[in-house]
């Protein structure tokens, strides 16, 4: 049988001719015939060799598949599978592929019992399917409950054949979904029955008979090629996007939206009763599900909301920044990039006395350039300095002014004492241990230049017509030395009381009397005064300066404020039209309902502004020890992450679906690698993907906030130290391949149905798609035409080319769109967290959860909402690599799995998946409890692993306190065991990295043996 998509991978060539459909009745198959048609049908290898190696057909932007196929079967059954074909070529090609799978399904039902047989032989000869039922049946035998092993042996088969159609839906074009739910559905009866007939057999008789299933030979790949495969498409509908503005509903879910709510603001507001709460968070924090009318072509947030358009700042500064001041400091000191330079070249610096300047020295030079012209006697620390303030200071500065960010305008208006700008972070540390020397440099230098200040609040207010700048100032008057240094101490407790992770605006210290005099105090200090209180690390300055300003631009463009006291007025109003007419309890129920959600609103404006659950004391001795312990508890506990984070794979087949991935994954590499590197840096310019710059989701993830360069030698040290875990740990490679695959698939997504948008061709999907992402008609029309004059279409990946457009609007919806995709596909927890879980003692007790609170809201309602194909197979495909991470793990600490039921790797594949969210999580503490004989374990008598390893304590309250817990007993009764031995290991660095693990266990073996230990106390 010859292969149908013959051809070049241009399109030109042979171009393949339609068979003819169905068979005559006299017509007989060669055996050949038979089994090559259910191979080719049935296989899931066989389709995913042919669909890997599909051509590659040149584009015809005029092109227009209906020309083609108007008039025929085609168009009438199978319409939508064209709806994305660019040249006639294709069309063609796919034509060819639907008329092969209806002559295969043809000669399979001609072909009488031999045509059955070989259709059943195919499915069974595959991987799918034969190695999970013989793992399976090797343990089905080992105890006698019938009804118990029909349940196991129906769970096994149909999962393992669910997963067979997941990939066959994906890669054929006329499988018919009720063929899938037949074929799982016979699956799992047949594996019933097959599991209630395993409990008669004897142990040995059944890990016989698994053998003989397992060692039966496959189809080989070199004969795979004689077989066809198919593409699925997407739906094809009227419907456009809109840009109207509706009541901001949530979506369906079959309730666990609802049920799930109470976990964190963002949920609670898009549930609540009241429509302007609701329509405010939509506008202020990412929302990762539906709204009821995206599907109307309603945008959730025009443009993307507060925090998806703060968080396309980060993309900025990693890929304009860091990442050419890293080449510049690799040119510096190599005369060349050299992979690793400032690791590399920082240890030469300290330790072979190479003459050059570290890394951490280079930056430093950076900020005194930045100080004196961005000028400096080291070309590149110049260069790099020009960059720094080019692409991002000047930047972030002039759209504060634009936007009105308060007080911002007059501080650049009026300059500071310093040649050129830069952002002071001052280390509150230091500013609260020398408290009195920095209140003596202030006043000093107030005295010296207080005429010239008090001259010119006066020309501002001769300027600006305004007579009392700041309640209780008198600028035409000198003060007296007492004023002058109770004012610079007020200065001083206005530093001490802020975040530490944030920049300090006019606005913080523009408050109480002689408020005006305090920030112009400041902006006419020298920063040579203060150098030993602000922070020189231009790493540090500049991350922490953005994520500022970032966030006060975005919240001043979307609603005109920082505070949104207009928002919240419409709140109360809404609360109080909601009372009217209503009985008493009623109107209590609703007034109590717009208290919680102003308080919700409020804490999700102080969370994304960093300045959540500030404690009176910042920088006191209790919270700068927990963030010690948080950041060792990353390094000593997360070694395994990234095999724990194996089943984010499934996550793009979950949300894009199978077929889509599957094209952008792997179509590239028969085309070239150019296109695809392209949109990995359109991806990263969006925010998604700078993980080896800026470890982003591992931070989220691990509970470690914005405390870069904070804290005593030690403290820095351990900081240091946790930034690069990521890399030692594998974890920020995987998180940065894993993020900007994800963010190809989105923008290529996002592009092709704008264009579909473009001639009405965009299904009801789709339309949602676009819309849950804030992007209106109006916006898809200023995108589609950016994209026209810049952008570029290569095969299965579009790359848009931001970098050229000339819409401002377009660019930073464009952006906000793809990393507000990504990060609910890749999961980075965001306003679903718990409020709890911001303040100092949440972090402790909370740490490492907010990957399941995230996982809640982002794979569980998610995927509920969707309820299409692409979820089912993702699931899947989660789930089966759950598994595959428990094993790798169980085998990175040398845990012997050979004893594990089916149910338990159920379990396990479960947990690991994330699909849960934080309900397998209380189902893990729970099984430490009493209420364990209501847990998962107590009802299958298996217990997750995830949790195994930690005491009660720990369960409930964190890695902290498990910590506690362990240690407190060491030593007490005056003997020391094996296990002693292990706790102590486990307090250090590293020591679970999953290939250093190995390396540790011999150590602790070592250590035993050496000095006598025993395995267990007396």
Request: hydrophobic fraction near 40%.
């Amino acid at each position: 049988m010859s292969n149908v998509f013959a051809g070049d991978a241009a399109g030109g060539g042979r171009t393949p001719t339609p068979a003819p459909l169905g068979l005559p009745e006299t017509q007989t198959q060669s055996s050949l015939e038979v089994w090559g048609a259910a191979f080719g049908y049935h296989n899931t290898v066989v389709n995913a060799i042919n669909f890997m190696t599909q051509p590659h057909f040149k584009p015809d932007p005029d092109y227009n598949p209906q020309s083609l196929i108007a008039g025929t079967k085609f168009e009438s059954l199978y319409g939508d599978r064209f709806t994305g074909d660019r040249s006639e070529a294709e069309t063609r090609w796919r034509m060819g592929k639907i008329e092969t799978e209806e002559r295969q399904r043809a000669i399979l039902a001609a072909g009488g019992w031999e045509g059955w047989l070989a259709g059943v032989t195919a499915g069974v000869l595959d991987p799918t399917t034969l190695i999970p039922i013989g793992g399976w049946i090797g343990v089905a035998g080992k105890t006698g409950r019938v009804l118990i092993r029909g349940a196991e042996g129906a769970l096994v088969t149909a999962g393992s054949v669910a997963v067979q159609e997941g990939v066959l839906q994906g890669t054929q074009e006329t499988r018919p979904l009720v063929e899938s739910f037949y074929a799982i559905t016979a699956a799992a009866l047949l594996g019933g029955a097959l599991g209630a007939g395993m409990a008669f057999l004897t142990r040995q008789e059944a890990a016989d008979l698994a053998g003989r299933l397992i060692n039966i030979p496959g189809t080989r790949a070199e004969e795979a090629d004689m077989f066809n495969v198919g593409l699925g498409g997407g739906s094809v509908g009227a419907a456009s996007v809109a840009g109207a503005r509706g009541t901001g509903e949530a979506a369906g879910s079959l309730g666990a939206g609802r049920a799930t709510s109470f976990q964190g603001p963002m949920p609670r507001l898009i549930h609540s009763p009241n429509v302007e709460s609701r329509n405010v968070i939509r506008d202020l924090a990412e929302n990762p599900n539906q709204l009821a009318e995206n599907a109307d072509g309603i945008a959730t947030s025009i443009g993307g909301s507060v925090e998806s358009q703060a968080k396309v700042w980060t993309g900025i500064l990693s890929e304009d920044v860091v990442r050419p001041r890293r080449a510049l400091y690799s040119q510096y000191v190599y005369g060349k990039q050299t992979f690793a330079a400032p690791l590399r070249g920082s240890f030469n610096a300290r330790f072979r006395n190479s003459g050059k300047l570290s890394y951490g020295e280079f930056k430093e030079a950076i900020s005194e350039a930045a100080l004196n012209g961005d000028r400096h006697a080291i070309p590149e620390v110049a260069e790099a300095a020009r960059m720094r303030r080019a692409n991002l200071v000047d930047k972030l500065r002039d759209e504060a002014i634009g936007v009105k960010v308060p007080g911002f305008a007059d501080e650049v208006a009026a300059g500071t004492a310093d040649e050129s700008y830069l952002t002071r972070i001052w280390n509150t540390i230091v500013v609260r241990a020398r408290r009195n020397d920095l209140v003596d440099i202030i006043a000093r230098h107030f005295e010296s230049k207080q005429a010239d200040i008090l001259e010119e609040i006066a020309e501002l207010q001769r300027r600006t017509g305004v007579e009392d700048i700041g309640s209780n100032s008198r600028p035409a008057n000198d003060m007296t030395p007492d004023e002058i240094r109770s004012m610079a101490s007020e200065i001083v407790d206005a530093i001490m009381g802020h975040s530490p992770g944030r920049v300090l605006l006019p606005a913080d210290l523009a408050v109480g009397p002689r408020g005006p005099l305090k920030e112009r105090m400041l902006k006419s200090l020298p920063t040579s005064l203060v150098r030993d209180f602000v922070e020189r690390d231009v790493d540090v300055i500049d991350r922490i300066y953005t994520r500022t300003m970032a966030m006060d631009i975005a919240l001043m463009r979307k609603f005109g404020s920082v505070d949104l006291k207009e928002q919240i007025a419409k709140i109360n109003d809404e609360a109080n039209r909601m009372s009217e007419g209503k009985p008493p309890a009623e109107v209590n129920r609703i007034q109590k309902q717009k208290e919680k959600d102003i308080r919700d609103v409020t804490a999700v404006v102080a969370r994304l502004r960093g300045t959540y659950g500030i404690p009176t004391n910042p920088e006191g001795l209790i919270y700068r020890a927990a963030r010690v312990v948080r950041d060792l508890n990353y390094m000593r506990m997360l070694g395994g992450m990234t095999l724990s984070a194996v089943p984010d794979v499934g996550r793009p087949v979950a949300v894009h679906g199978m077929t889509r991935t599957l094209r952008t994954a792997f179509t590239p590499f028969t085309s070239g690698l150019g296109a695809i590197k392209l949109a990995r840096k359109e991806a990263r310019l969006a925010g998604a993907g700078n993980d080896l710059l800026l470890d982003d989701r591992i931070m989220s993830l691990a509970d470690r906030g914005e405390e870069f360069g904070r804290g005593s030698a030690i403290e820095r040290g351990i900081n240091t130290a946790t930034q690069g875990f990521g890399l030692v740990s594998l974890m920020a490679p995987w998180n940065a391949f894993m993020r900007q695959f994800t963010g190809i698939i989105t923008q290529t997504r996002m592009l092709q149905a704008i264009d579909k948008l473009s001639t009405g061709k965009l299904g009801t999907k789709e339309t949602a798609y676009l819309a849950a992402g804030g992007i209106d008609a109006n916006l898809a029309d200023r995108i589609a035409k950016q994209f026209q004059a810049h952008g570029e279409r290569n095969g299965e990946v579009w790359w848009a080319n931001t970098s050229e457009w000339t819409d401002v609007e377009a660019v930073r919806a464009f952006r906000s769109f793809v990393i507000r995709d990504v990060d609910r596909t890749i999961i980075l927890p965001g306003q679903e967290k718990s409020l709890w879980m911001s303040t100092e003692l949440g972090k402790v007790i909370g740490q490492f959860k907010s990957f399941s609170m995230a996982s809640t809201q982002r794979v569980l309602v998610s995927g509920l909402e969707q309820r299409d194909m692409a979820a089912m197979n993702g699931a899947i495909l989660s789930m089966a690599l759950g598994v595959l991470a428990a094993k790798l793990k169980m085998d990175a600490g040398g845990y012997d799995t050979t004893n594990w039921t089916p149910t338990k790797w159920a379990i396990e594949g479960f947990d690991r998946s994330g699909m849960a969210g934080w309900f397998m999580d209380a189902n893990n503490i729970m099984e430490k409890t009493a209420l364990r004989p209501i847990t998962a374990a107590g009802l299958t008598g298996e217990t997750a692993s995830r949790y195994q390893s930690r005491n009660v304590f720990g369960a409930v309250f964190g890695p902290t306190a498990d910590l506690v817990g362990d240690v407190l007993p060491l030593g007490m009764t005056g003997e020391w065991s094996a296990a002693d031995s292990h706790v102590a290991r486990k307090l250090v660095p590293l020591q679970n990295v999953f290939y250093l693990r190995a390396g540790f266990d011999a150590i602790e073996r070592g250590v035993n043996e050496a000095f006598g230990i025993p395995a267990r106390k007396n």
